[in-house]
């Protein structure tokens, strides 16, 4: 136990809660090891008021010996030095002695507590067995419990306890132990959360009163500091840390009111003047020094700012925080260089200075101490702030000091040097024996020249090495920046030219454009003292471009580039050395226009480019030479009039991207930056460049159609590379360099060696924009590509080095071409047509003379017109003029004379055609051959209108360029399509013809006629047509129709014309002209009639559904055959009997209203007389109720196997009234069951389309012939008979057709 003299040791981070013990020394003197050791083993809740959340600690206590001065006195706050528990002990077993001197020393301590308003305190009575053994008439121990818990603890009964013989190995023992140590850490605890929260509510009320006059801030500083100390004493340094976190705020906010105008007077004693700038203290865990000076209120800014964070820098060491460490470090710092200006503190120049780079080095040794190396490095990013700060500072004492001058310091800054180092006071004890104290290292660099520039450069190059490992290349770009200043001032351009370098490549492609603009200067200004004499005209070049700049300063950099013109002009020796220079930042290229507006031109025509180029000069220059390299590739698209390939076409990437050819003829180029990327404010730098697409087609030699088509891209190597190979070789370099930033690359930008040049001579460029015309070569055809461009001033040449995007124009030769083309969609035949004549001289010259032969055919001949004009056109649209033409025609030739007209015109005419519309049918489309197989036309004959049948009409053409004939072939249209149809009415026949207008067009239709081609006196026409002219619309029909009558029996075969005159509607006075159509029938006398009846079944009076009714059908012959008949017709004579034919019936119901039962087909042998007459019955059921149409009855010709087939005629024209068809179904098909199964059509035997099988084939097969349309006539065509429904249907069935 510690000595009555010895105090308790306040201030330090080894206190503990103060316990005082009285009684008797000598047993607590043997007790307090094992006390002290046990005592924070278990750790206990404690719980704290206001909901703060439960922690669990570990008490500790200061044992000490009661002193009456150890009591608080009234309006003492300090709890470091408040006793929080009294304990007393006592081993007295004697009651005699209890009541003679134990008892009266207890009361007066319990008095002397009472009289201090204490009230934690405990009473211990230690048992001993030695003394139980020595005693024998001793009363038992209750005996002396009972009497001090009677005499002290009537209410509080557990503030006294028995502690068994401690120093015994007893169970007894060890469990009386702990249950004293728990009530120990029970009471203690309790006394230590009611005193710690009277001691906050005090502060509280202390806190709010700072409003209130007389109110210290310091005062309250030490208040909540003393809370600080007891949280860091109970080893919670969150809560600690807390505590100075609220007195840094609220200072902070105080200094804020203040600059505002809000001030408080206490803040008066923080504006005196700065005098000591020694830096922060961090190497102790409390700066008695300053903390004194805070309790005497008499600290300054920095004292009060140093203090509060050196505590705040133990607490978050304490807590495994020492990143946080640096991060404060560095606010702090900020902080108060902004505190000391707001409160208008006065600070001698550059002490400021010192004492940043004295915390900030004493931060980063702290950090290091608490640190290893690895940890160090994984962390720099967190330290690396302070090795800039300190570098910045250390260099703003260089220059405040004159350590960075050529000449080094002089006398005042002597002076101003030994005033800062008179601030700084003597070393602390704690760094006096280190090498590497900050306090040393500034020392040492305000001695000298050679020390400063040591540890100048030693910061700098550790703070770029963290910037760099961390990735943070900006910031160490920055710090380089700096550090090529600190070269220039000390005269070694060569060692800052690298830095600044760095610096603005990284400002490039950052797009800071005013950060570009100073360093560009700072490079200019090392390059001229290096003597690098092509970069340095480049980056005079860029900065005379910069509008960052003023007019003043653009303009002497601009002279820096034409006196160096103008004096390597006038030096023999250099004069065929030129400097090659970077065009991007003289003069920016932004359109070229093609005049005329296309970039194809034929050859030898006359084609000027004008470039506008936007001068970046600040004033004139006068060019010597503008000069444009242009390179040919004799690979051009294709030759004009050819269809082997077709020219690669541009696709813009983008609609209304930069690089495409307009309508007008002109090609915008991308806005640039004058260092030669992307302009700063848009894409970036480093933005890709734009898609060159371009369109390729592959066509076939043969018809010039399309097989293939794709896109490529011109520019795959620019869209590809890296990215870290951005800076080309054809762009400069940020710092005017080409390639390389360490070496020049004149090769760069130098012209390449093309034969073919375009230029210009004593050209002055304005600034702003300028058009420069340039005639453009065109003698041999192929691709001229325009590659760069050159701008010569003296000895000075500003190249662009690739025109991009790519600028090009063809030369072509074409050959002479000559084209025919209606002027309607479609031609029409029988009417006169124009067509148009178009000849694309290419580069042919039609002289006087020049004609085109046609060989001429009837069926289409060229009409003569009075006046016949032909246009010439050159080959960009304009109409050069016009010339009339003559044609002279022969009996085999039509010449056409050409006006003379000059190479790669076009020369066009129009004629009047007329094709002849053919007398006969035109073949349909798609028809049967006489194989039977279906004819299929070319691809190229198909038409969009199937209903038009197409005449082609072939010319043959003999041009003057060529020994060869062209044949060129045209498609007429015919208008109408006619047919004709034989009517039968028993005897009497009709001829009606039907004229269907095909075309577009509305026809008038005049005169139709229909006569005989072969006159026969017994045969005559009677028309039975009302209208002699009538209109006819497009797609629709006329019908005319004319009465047969002879007078004796007619021919075999019947040849007609039908006749009509037409003309189109528009315009009105237009000449009819003739349409006729040829026909022939055959056959047409009516030989059969044929005549059904139907009865209803017996004794009904009307055909009833379901019920059999009788079919009577009658077949008669009405003539008497004639010998053509008889030729035709197979008839079989027996003796005594006349002849015969035999004829095939067959009865179908195609429509299902009957059901014919019975023999539905038969073969009948009928007399060939007049009026011979064959009847058939059979049976048919109605199978539905109401007027139903009589059954189909069909009569053929049933031919034995011996006769010769008889091509029958082409029905296809020819229509017969009375439906009769022909069962396209074969004899063995035929089923004589009640009911026919097959309602399809059928073939009749030997004349099916389908060939036979083999088997049938080789056997003799009768045969079946359709009669002629008009031989048979059906007399029940059209009846209908009434069907009654069922009596015992309740639903009735109507059907009706």
Request: aromatic share 8%.
């Amino acid at each position: 136990m510690e000595s009555q003299e010895e105090k308790p040791i306040i201030y330090t981070m080894e206190n503990k809660p103060i316990v005082t013990c009285a009684g008797d020394p000598a047993l607590f003197a043997a007790l307090y090891s094992a006390l002290a050791q046990q005592l924070p083993r278990e750790p206990m809740e404690w719980r704290r008021s206001y909901g703060r959340a439960p922690k669990m600690i570990h008490l500790e206590a200061n044992f000490v010996q009661f002193k009456e001065d150890l009591l608080p006195k009234e309006g003492n706050k300090a709890l470091l030095t408040f006793p929080f528990l009294h304990i007393y002990w006592t081993d007295c077993c004697d009651t005699e002695v209890y009541k003679a001197s134990v008892k009266e020393d207890m009361l007066r301590w319990q008095t002397t507590l009472k009289h201090h308003g204490s009230q934690d305190w405990l009473i211990v009575v230690v048992e001993s067995d030695a003394k139980k053994k020595n005693k024998t008439n001793l009363l038992p121990r209750t005996s002396i419990m009972d009497k001090i818990r009677n005499d002290f603890c009537n209410k509080q009964s557990d503030r006294c306890v028995s502690l068994a013989d401690p120093l015994k190995e007893s169970s007894r023992s060890q469990e009386s132990w702990s249950s004293f140590l728990t009530k120990l850490r029970t009471l203690l605890l309790m006394s230590f959360t009611k005193n710690l929260g009277r001691f906050e509510d005090d502060m509280r009320t202390m806190r709010e009163k700072r409003t209130e006059p007389g109110w210290s801030f310091c005062d309250y500083f030490m208040v909540q500091e003393e809370l600080a100390f007891v949280f860091e004493m109970l080893q919670q340094y969150e809560d600690a840390l807390v505590q100075y976190d609220e007195l840094d705020a609220l200072f902070t906010q105080y200094v804020l009111n203040f600059g505002a105008g809000d001030g408080a007077n206490w803040l008066g004693s923080f504006c005196q003047p700065v005098r000591s700038w020694n830096g922060l203290v961090l190497r102790r865990p409390i700066d008695m020094e300053k903390r004194e000076l805070i309790q005497r209120s008499e600290a300054s800014l920095l004292d009060l700012r140093s203090y509060l964070f050196s505590r705040q820098c133990t607490l978050l060491i304490f807590l495994q925080r020492p990143w946080e460490v640096t991060q404060r470090a560095l606010e702090l710092l900020h902080n108060c260089v902004q505190e000391l200006r707001l409160l208008e503190v006065s600070v001698l120049q550059g002490a400021l200075d010192c004492w940043v780079f004295l915390s900030c080095l004493e931060v980063l040794h702290r950090i290091e101490g608490c640190c290893d190396r690895t940890q160090l490095e994984a962390n720099c990013s967190h330290t690396v702030g302070l090795w800039t700060y300190a570098t910045e500072k250390l260099k703003c004492l260089g220059d405040l000091c004159g350590l960075v001058s050529k000449n080094g310091p002089n006398s005042e800054d002597l002076n101003r040097t030994v005033d800062l180092l008179a601030g700084l006071g003597a070393e602390r004890p704690e760094t006096a024996n280190s090498l590497q104290s900050p306090y040393k290292k500034l020392k040492e660099a305000l001695s000298s020249v050679e020390a400063f520039e040591k540890h100048y450069l030693e910061l700098s190059h550790a703070a770029m090495e963290m910037y760099t490992a961390i990735g943070r290349m900006r910031s160490a770009r920055l710090v380089g920046k700096s550090l090529a200043e600190f070269y220039m001032r000390k005269g070694d351009p060569q060692s800052a030219d690298g830095f600044l370098q760095d610096s603005l490549k990284s400002y490039v492609a950052e797009g800071w454009s005013l950060q570009v603009t100073h360093t560009r200067r700072q490079v200019a200004e090392c390059q001229k003292l290096l003597g690098q004499t092509e970069d340095y005209l480049q980056t005079c070049a860029l900065l005379a471009s910069d509008a960052n700049l003023t007019d003043e300063e653009r303009k002497h950099f601009c002279q820096e580039i034409l006196n160096h013109a103008n004096q390597s002009s006038q030096t023999e020796s250099q004069v065929d050395q030129k400097v090659g220079l970077s065009m991007a930042a003289f003069a920016q290229l932004r359109e070229l226009r093609f005049q005329p507006a296309s970039p194809t031109v034929h050859v030898g025509a006359a084609l000027q480019l004008e470039l506008r180029l936007c001068s970046l000069m600040p004033v004139a220059v006068r060019l010597e030479q503008l000069a444009v390299s242009v390179h040919f590739s004799l690979e051009q698209p294709a030759q004009r009039g050819s269809s082997l390939s077709t020219p690669q076409r541009r696709i813009p990437a983008q609609c209304g991207a930069p690089g495409g050819v307009s309508p007008e003829g002109a090609v915008l180029f991308p806005a640039v930056s004058p260092a030669g990327g992307a302009l700063l404010g848009g894409a970036g730098a480093g933005a890709p460049a734009a898609l060159e697409l371009y369109e390729i087609q592959d066509r076939s030699p043969s018809d010039n159609t399309l097989n293939t088509t794709g896109v490529v891209c011109r520019n795959v190597h620019l869209l590809l590379r890296r990215q870290d190979s951005a800076t080309s070789l054809d762009t400069p370099s940020v710092g005017g360099r080409r390639g390389s930033v360490t070496s020049g690359g004149a090769a760069a930008v130098a012209m390449e060696d093309n034969s073919q040049m375009l230029k210009t001579h004593d050209v002055t460029l304005l600034p702003g924009n300028n058009s420069i015309p340039f005639t453009a070569p065109s003698e041999k055809p192929g691709t001229y590509t325009l590659r760069q461009l050159c701008a010569t001033v003296g000895q000075v040449q500003f190249v662009l080095p690739h025109i991009y995007p790519t600028v090009q124009y063809e030369v072509y030769s074409q050959e002479p071409q000559l084209t025919i083309e209606p002027l309607t969609d479609n031609l029409l035949a029988g009417l006169p047509q124009k067509v148009k004549f178009t000849i694309v001289t290419g580069h042919y010259t039609v002289k006087k003379g020049d004609a085109l032969q046609l060989s001429n055919t009837d069926s289409m001949p060229i009409l003569h017109t009075n006046s016949c004009t032909a246009r010439i056109v050159s080959s960009t649209g304009e109409l050069v003029g016009e010339s009339a033409i003559s044609i002279h025609s022969s009996e085999k030739v039509t010449s056409i004379s050409l006006p003379p007209t000059p190479p790669y015109h076009t020369l066009d005419f129009q004629l009047d055609v007329l094709c002849h519309i053919p007398a006969s049918p035109a073949r349909p489309e798609t028809e049967r051959l006489t194989n039977g197989e279906v004819r299929h036309r070319p691809k190229s004959r198909t038409r969009y209108n199937s209903g038009m049948a197409s005449v082609d009409q072939k010319v043959s053409i003999d041009c003057p360029w060529s020994i060869y004939s062209t044949l060129i072939s045209l498609t007429f249209y015919i208008p109408f399509k006619a047919k004709h149809s034989l009517l039968s009415a028993g005897k009497r026949k009709y001829i009606q013809v039907c004229l269907q207008n095909v075309s577009d067009t509305n026809f008038r239709l005049m005169d139709p006629s229909l006569t005989q081609r072969q006159q026969n006196s017994s045969l005559e026409l009677h028309s039975l047509n009302a209208k002699e002219q009538q209109l006819v619309h497009s797609k629709q029909s006329v019908f005319c129709l004319w009465e047969v009558k002879w007078a004796s029996e007619p021919p075999a075969c019947l040849q007609f014309s039908f006749a009509a005159s037409f003309a189109p509607t528009e315009p009105a006075d237009t000449d009819f002209k003739p349409y006729c159509y040829d026909f022939q029938l055959e056959r047409v006398s009516t030989l059969y009639c044929l005549r059904a009846e139907i009865q209803p079944a017996d004794g009904e009076p009307q055909c009833r559904t379901g019920t059999l009714c009788g079919l009577d059908v009658s077949i008669t012959r009405l003539t008497e055959p004639t010998d053509s008949e008889r030729e035709d017709e197979e008839s079989t004579e027996s003796e005594g009997m006349p002849r015969t034919t035999k004829l095939m019936y067959e009865v179908v119901d195609n429509s299902s209203n009957w059901a014919v039962c019975g023999k539905s087909t038969g073969v009948v042998s009928m007399p060939v007389v007049a009026s011979a007459t064959h009847r058939v019955q059979m049976e048919v059921m109605p199978l539905f109720a109401g007027h139903l149409p009589f059954p189909s009855i069909k009569l053929l010709k049933y031919l034995p196997h011996n006769v010769p087939p008889v091509i029958p005629p082409d029905t296809d024209s020819c229509l017969e009234n009375d439906n009769l068809s022909l069962l396209d179904k074969g004899l063995e098909d035929q089923s004589d069951t009640a009911s026919l199964r097959s309602r399809g059509s059928i073939h009749s035997l030997g004349s099916s389309d389908q060939p036979l099988p083999p088997a049938s084939r080789g056997l003799p097969m009768p045969r079946l012939e359709p009669f002629s349309p008009g031989q048979v006539f059906n007399c029940s065509q059209g009846r209908q008979v009434l069907v009654l429904p069922a009596t015992d249907d309740h639903i009735l069935e109507v059907n009706a057709t």
